[in-house]
C-alpha cells in the first residue's frame, strides 16, 4: 500500500480534500441562507415551529443540495489546488522530475471516485429519505389531477377516469364516463357519466384489489346528447383486479418528484408507465432513471476537468480558468432541463438525453488538455 500510495499522493489528497470540503460547505451556505434559513427562522419567531422542528428541516434539506454541491465542490476544489500549485511552481518540479500529466491526477481519480459513491447513494438514499421526512415534519403534500382511460382491442376508447384531486391518499370529485360501442367521427358516444364524491383504494368481497367510489350519482346520456340523472347511491366498485393497484401507484408517482423515489421504486415505476402505455412519462422517468447512475460520474469528470483548468502558465490569468469552470457547471446544470424535454418528447431516445452532458465534459477535458499541451 505505501509503495503505490506515495507521500505526493498523500499531500494531493489532502489538499484536494480540504479544497472541497470548503466549496461544498460554501455551497451549502450560499444555497440555503438566501430562501430555506429565513424561512425558518421567522417561522421558529412566530412560534408556528419550534427550535427542534426547525432544525430537523435545514438538516433534511441539505442532502438534495448535496447532490448538486459535490459536482461543484470537485470542480472548484480541484481547481483552486492545481491553481494555487502553479502559481507556487510546485506543478512545475513535478513536471520536472518526470512525473507524467495521468501520474499528476492519479489521487484526484482516487478522491472523485469516493465522491462519486457518496452522490450516487445521495441521490438513492437520502434525498428520497429526507424529502419524506420533510412531507411528515410539514404535514403537507402534494396533490395533482390525473386521468385513466381504457380502450379495447381495435383502439376504441371505452372508458375515461378523470380524479380531480388527490392528495395524501384520498381521491376527490371523480368522474367514471362510460362510453358505447358507437364511433362517431366528431366526438365520442358517451353512454353514461358517473360522478362520485370521493374515493380510495379498497378490496371487493372477494378479496380483489380496486377502487371503491362513495357518494355516487349516475347519469345515462340518450341518443340526443342530453343527461338524465338515474340514480344515487352510496358506493360503486371500480377497477377490479391488478389494474386497480397499478393505476393507483401511478397516480400516487405523478405528484411525486422523481428525487422523492429511491433507484429501485423508480425501475418499478419505469416498468409500470411502460406497461400501461404512458408513453411520455415513460421516457420522461427513464432518463430520470439512467441519470441516477450516469450524473454521479459526472464528478470525477469535473476533477479532471478542474485539474486541467488548473494547470497554467507563469503568466496567464488566473481568473480565466474559474470563469470556464463556472461556465460550465452553470451550462450544465441550465441544460439539462432541455435534455430532459427532448427525451419526455421523443426527439432523442432517453439514454442518449443523460449520456450526452458526459460526453460534452469529455470533449471539453481533451479540448482544454490539448490547448494547454499537456
Given amino acids: ?82 491553481d494555487k500549485l502553479s502559481k507556487d511552481s510546485e506543478l512545475t518540479i513535478f513536471r520536472a522530475v518526470g512525473m507524467s500529466f495521468k501520474r499528476i491526477i492519479a489521487p484526484i481519480l482516487i478522491f472523485s471516485s469516493i465522491i462519486t459513491v457518496l452522490c450516487f447513494i445521495t441521490y438513492d438514499k437520502l434525498i428520497p429519505y429526507s424529502c419524506q421526512k420533510l412531507q411528515s415534519i410539514k404535514g403537507d403534500g402534494y396533490s395533482t389531477q390525473f386521468i385513466y382511460t381504457r380502450k379495447d382491442k381495435s383502439n376504441h376508447l371505452r372508458e375515461a377516469i378523470v380524479v380531480s384531486r388527490f392528495a395524501n391518499g384520498k381521491m376527490s370529485n371523480v368522474i367514471v364516463m362510460n362510453f358505447d360501442d ?64 397499478n393505476t393507483y401507484t401511478i397516480m400516487r408517482n405523478s405528484i411525486r418528484r422523481d428525487r422523492d423515489i429511491n433507484n429501485k421504486d423508480l425501475k418499478k415505476y419505469v416498468d409500470l408507465l411502460k406497461q400501461e402505455n404512458f408513453e411520455e412519462e415513460y421516457r420522461s422517468n427513464l432518463n430520470k432513471y439512467y441519470q441516477r447512475f450516469l450524473h454521479p460520474l459526472v464528478c470525477m469528470l469535473l476533477a479532471v476537468l478542474g485539474a486541467v483548468l488548473g494547470f497554467s502558465k507563469p503568466r496567464e490569468q488566473r481568473l480565466i480558468g474559474f470563469v470556464i469552470a463556472i461556465g460550465c457547471i452553470f451550462a450544465y446544470y441550465i441544460t439539462l432541463p432541455f435534455f430532459d424535454l427532448l427525451a419526455e418528447k421523443g426527439v432523442i431516445a432517453p439514454f442518449i438525453s443523460a449520456v450526452l452532458p458526459l460526453i460534452v465534459f469529455v470533449a471539453a477535458i481533451e479540448f482544454f488538455y490539448k490547448s494547454k499541451d499537456l
Fill in 1 to 82: 500500500m505505501q509503495k503505490y500510495f506515495t507521500v505526493y499522493d498523500r499531500y494531493i489528497f489532502k489538499q484536494i480534500f480540504g479544497a472541497t470540503f470548503v466549496a461544498v460547505l460554501l455551497f451549502i451556505i450560499v444555497w440555503i441562507a438566501p430562501e430555506i434559513l429565513l424561512k425558518v427562522i421567522k417561522h421558529i419567531l412566530t412560534g408556528e415551529t419550534t427550535l427542534k422542528t426547525g432544525i430537523l428541516i435545514l438538516l433534511c434539506e441539505i442532502p438534495k443540495i448535496l447532490g448538486k454541491a459535490f459536482p461543484m465542490g470537485l470542480l472548484l476544489g480541484t481547481l483552486f489546488t492545481f
Fill in 182 to 245: 358507437q364511433i362517431y367521427k366528431d366526438l365520442h358516444g358517451l353512454d353514461s357519466v358517473l360522478i362520485a364524491e370521493t374515493g380510495r383504494k379498497g378490496f371487493t368481497k372477494d378479496g380483489q384489489k380496486c377502487w371503491v367510489l362513495n357518494g355516487i350519482t349516475l347519469y345515462n346520456i340518450d341518443d340526443n346528447g342530453i343527461f338524465n340523472l338515474t340514480q344515487k347511491y352510496d358506493e360503486q366498485e371500480i377497477l377490479i383486479g391488478e389494474v386497480a393497484e
